[in-house]
């Protein structure tokens, strides 16, 4: 039905082996006849030396011994001076090496000598092409056109010229004169559209769609070009009227849905924006990719406050793995839907889903381990992320989640290896190699190993000097063992200035103070810790209770002991203080 497109995707670079290379030597008839430039007083000697330098020249441009074949062509060229082919030798020669100045000599001197070959013609435009000279290549074009007027790409190649310097209306015209040789041409119309559409000119672009709708009027990929270039312009109601028209003929096509869902988004109430998609997601010929474009950006990528919007996405999601059961893709979207709604077991359920159909996408697989992680299920994020690891040995990532469960089994020396490989693997990310170190230093720490501890820590923080999380933990430990306590105290007062009101950073804080003795002061950051939400926390509870007691209130802080106790703190000795009434180590 459509007419074969001939417009080419132009590189404009001159194809070698399309060339035929001109003969070399003397022939009968057509050869003497062909070749303007071969004198015809060469005696038959010379003729003879013309043949073999000739013949030299080539074999060494076969094996590509450039030299050798300069230097043969050369000596053609003085003995026949007037030889244009041995100079488009040249020109391709020095083309080849970028040697465009030379190259754009010897074609311009082959040219010159035999303006009617095309080959010369096209070799010199493209040099000029090469080198940025548009009004040269253009003009050299113009030349191959008035010769060669039945050549299409000819016509092709001039008007992308025009066009890629701006020169829009000669752009144009060129196209006028390729449909008047050749007819009308999808893609010229299509190029042809673009250019009045960046001319500022919409009804010229409009009248060259019709070109195609007039021709096949019900063609729906040409009345498609119509209908967006009204949407384009703003005019909805011509749109949709063509959309529809469209889905009168083919119902269910996806283009023409999917422009109208496009145009339902900025005039349709919510239920009918939600209905059109629908349509969409039902219709199983719309390209998967476009509804998960759509999921993505219009649900996904906004992470939306709003629960309906949130409970929409997901009902699309729904629908999509309906339609799509056995794409990957449509679970996993749907487990971001779900993630984002926080339904973190169907999200686990879609995701599993998903990687039951396609192992081999890395993301749905940290999905699966970041929700093990959150529901604190250790022995499935160890699980996953073995298996993970045996698909994707080189994501540092997985190594984060493995020692991270590692960390919470107790199996510390495991955690540390993971989190060393996890680390080597991170050169380039050196926030997440300052993670990795910091989880070390916790590792080590489980261990009491506190001169390792320290020393990841610190590298970690040469990485990484603002990590809130990792300066106040480092000081607390060092505050628990009484080591260091003054670098303990800049760190932790630096980590409270990163992130003001965290009820545990303030905690740490009064806990150094504590140990330095400056119990006032250290009552003072330790009610700012209860009133940030710490008055919840055992640890702060009973840490109060022991800096009250240093201040001599004995009954408070037993008070403070028991109010620990019954937040359920995880302390050695609050059985004991309660009991004693004193503070104990």
Same mark, same amino acid.
């Given at each position: 039905?459509?007419?074969?497109?001939?417009?080419?995707?132009?590189?404009?670079?001159?194809?070698?082996?399309?060339?035929?290379?001109?003969?070399?030597?003397?022939?009968?008839?057509?050869?003497?006849?062909?070749?303007?430039?071969?004198?015809?007083?060469?005696?038959?000697?010379?003729?003879?030396?013309?043949?073999?330098?000739?013949?030299?020249?080539?074999?060494?441009?076969?094996?590509?011994?450039?030299?050798?074949?300069?230097?043969?062509? +050369?000596?053609?060229?003085?003995?026949?001076?007037?030889?244009?082919?041995?100079?488009?030798?040249?020109?391709?020669?020095?083309?080849?090496?970028?040697?465009?100045?030379?190259?754009?000599?010897?074609?311009?001197?082959?040219?010159?000598?035999?303006?009617?070959?095309?080959?010369?013609? %096209?070799?010199?435009?493209?040099?000029?092409?090469?080198?940025?000279?548009?009004?040269?290549?253009?003009?050299?074009?113009?030349?191959?056109?008035?010769?060669?007027?039945?050549?299409?790409?000819?016509?092709?190649?001039?008007?992308?010229?025009?066009?890629?310097?701006?020169?829009?209306?000669?752009?144009?015209?060129?196209?006028?004169?390729?449909?008047?040789?050749?007819?009308?041409?999808?893609?010229?119309?299509?190029?042809?559209?673009?250019?009045?559409?960046?001319?500022?000119?919409?009804?010229?672009?409009?009248?060259?769609?019709?070109?195609?709708?007039?021709?096949?009027?019900?063609?729906?990929?040409?009345?498609?070009?119509?209908?967006?270039?009204?949407?384009?312009?703003?005019? +909805?109601?011509?749109?949709?009227?063509?959309?529809?028209?469209?889905?009168?003929?083919?119902?269910?096509?996806?283009?023409?849905?999917?422009?109208?869902?496009?145009?339902?988004? +900025?005039?349709?109430?919510?239920?009918?924006?939600?209905?059109?998609? *629908?349509? #969409?997601?039902?219709?199983?010929?719309?390209?998967?990719?476009?509804?998960?474009?759509?999921?993505?950006?219009?649900?996904?990528?906004?992470?939306?406050?709003?629960?309906?919007?949130?409970?929409?996405?997901?009902?699309?999601?729904?629908?999509?793995?309906?339609?799509?059961? %056995?794409?990957?893709?449509?679970?996993?979207?749907?487990?971001?839907?779900?993630?984002?709604?926080?339904?973190?077991?169907?999200?686990?359920?879609?995701?599993?889903?998903?990687?039951?159909?396609?192992?081999?996408?890395?993301?749905?697989?940290?999905?699966?381990?970041?929700?093990?992680?959150? *529901?604190?299920?250790?022995?499935?994020?160890?699980?996953?992320?073995?298996?993970?690891?045996?698909?994707?040995?080189?994501?540092?990532?997985?190594?984060?989640?493995?020692?991270?469960?590692?960390?919470?089994?107790?199996?510390?020396?495991k955690a540390i290896k993971s989190f060393s490989k996890g680390e080597k693997m991170s050169t380039?990310?050196?926030?997440?190699?300052?993670?990795?170190?910091?989880?070390?230093? %916790?590792?080590?720490?489980?261990?009491?190993?506190?001169?390792?501890?320290?020393?990841?820590?610190?590298?970690?923080?040469?990485?990484?000097?603002?990590?809130?999380?990792?300066?106040?933990?480092?000081?607390?430990?060092?505050?628990?063992?009484?080591?260091?306590?003054?670098?303990? *105290?800049?760190?932790?007062?630096?980590?409270?200035?990163?992130?003001?009101?965290?009820?545990?950073?303030?905690?740490?804080?009064?806990? #150094?103070?504590?140990?330095?003795?400056?119990?006032?002061?250290?009552?003072?950051?330790? %009610?700012?810790?209860?009133?940030?939400?710490?008055? *919840?926390?055992?640890?702060?509870?009973?840490?109060?209770?022991?800096?009250?007691?240093?201040?001599?209130?004995?009954?408070?802080?037993?008070?403070?002991?028991?109010?620990?106790?019954?937040?359920?703190?995880?302390?050695?000795?609050?059985? +004991?203080?309660?009991?004693?009434?004193?503070?104990?180590?």
């Amino acid at each position: 039905m459509k007419s074969t497109p001939v417009l080419l995707l132009l590189a404009l670079l001159f194809a070698f082996s399309q060339a035929p290379a001109q003969p070399s030597g003397k022939k009968k008839g057509k050869k003497e006849k062909h070749d303007k430039s071969q004198p015809a007083t060469l005696s038959a000697k010379e003729q003879t030396q013309l043949d073999r330098l000739f013949l030299e020249a080539e074999k060494a441009k076969v094996i590509e011994d450039w030299d050798a074949a300069i230097k043969n062509y +050369r000596e053609v060229i003085a003995l026949a001076p007037k030889n244009a082919n041995a100079h488009f030798q040249l020109a391709q020669i020095f083309y080849s090496q970028s040697k465009l100045a030379d190259a754009e000599k010897e074609a311009f001197a082959a040219v010159k000598l035999d303006e009617s070959n095309k080959w010369y013609l %096209e070799m010199l435009a493209t040099i000029y092409m090469t080198q940025g000279r548009a009004k040269e290549a253009g003009a050299t074009y113009e030349l191959l056109i008035k010769k060669f007027p039945n050549n299409p790409d000819y016509y092709l190649n001039l008007a992308y010229l025009y066009s890629r310097y701006g020169v829009f209306d000669k752009a144009i015209k060129t196209y006028d004169l390729f449909e008047k040789n050749f007819g009308v041409d999808e893609q010229v119309v299509q190029e042809k559209k673009n250019l009045y559409l960046r001319m500022g000119k919409f009804n010229e672009a409009l009248a060259e769609i019709k070109k195609l709708t007039d021709e096949y009027p019900n063609e729906p990929e040409y009345m498609l070009m119509e209908a967006d270039l009204y949407k384009a312009k703003g005019d +909805r109601d011509k749109a949709r009227d063509i959309y529809n028209r469209i889905l009168e003929i083919e119902p269910d096509n996806p283009q023409a849905q999917l422009g109208l869902a496009q145009l339902s988004l +900025r005039t349709d109430t919510p239920e009918q924006k939600t209905e059109n998609l *629908k349509g #969409i997601f039902e219709n199983p010929k719309v390209n998967i990719d476009t509804k998960v474009s759509i999921l993505i950006i219009s649900y996904i990528q906004m992470n939306n406050e709003d629960s309906v919007k949130r409970k929409e996405g997901i009902e699309l999601a729904q629908i999509l793995t309906r339609i799509h059961p %056995e794409e990957s893709k449509s679970h996993a979207v749907l487990g971001d839907m779900y993630y984002i709604d926080g339904q973190n077991d169907q999200a686990l359920e879609a995701y599993l889903k998903a990687l039951s159909l396609n192992k081999n996408v890395f993301q749905v697989w940290q999905q699966v381990m970041l929700i093990y992680n959150i *529901k604190k299920d250790w022995d499935n994020v160890l699980k996953v992320s073995n298996e993970a690891m045996e698909l994707f040995p080189n994501q540092a990532m997985i190594y984060l989640f493995k020692g991270g469960a590692e960390v919470q089994l107790k199996d510390y020396e495991k955690a540390i290896k993971s989190f060393s490989k996890g680390e080597k693997m991170s050169t380039e990310d050196l926030k997440l190699r300052a993670q990795f170190l910091a989880n070390q230093g %916790e590792a080590y720490h489980s261990l009491n190993k506190h001169t390792e501890s320290d020393e990841a820590y610190e590298k970690s923080l040469k990485l990484d000097p603002e990590n809130a999380y990792v300066l106040n933990n480092y000081s607390y430990y060092l505050s628990l063992r009484k080591e260091n306590l003054e670098r303990a *105290k800049q760190m932790s007062a630096y980590s409270n200035k990163l992130e003001p009101n965290n009820s545990s950073f303030l905690d740490t804080y009064a806990w #150094i103070l504590f140990q330095l003795g400056n119990y006032t002061e250290a009552k003072d950051w330790q %009610e700012k810790a209860m009133k940030a939400g710490g008055d *919840k926390s055992g640890t702060i509870l009973e840490h109060y209770g022991d800096i009250l007691f240093k201040l001599g209130k004995k009954n408070d802080a037993v008070t403070y002991w028991k109010k620990a106790k019954e937040a359920g703190v995880e302390s050695q000795t609050i059985e +004991r203080k309660i009991a004693e009434e004193k503070y104990l180590e």
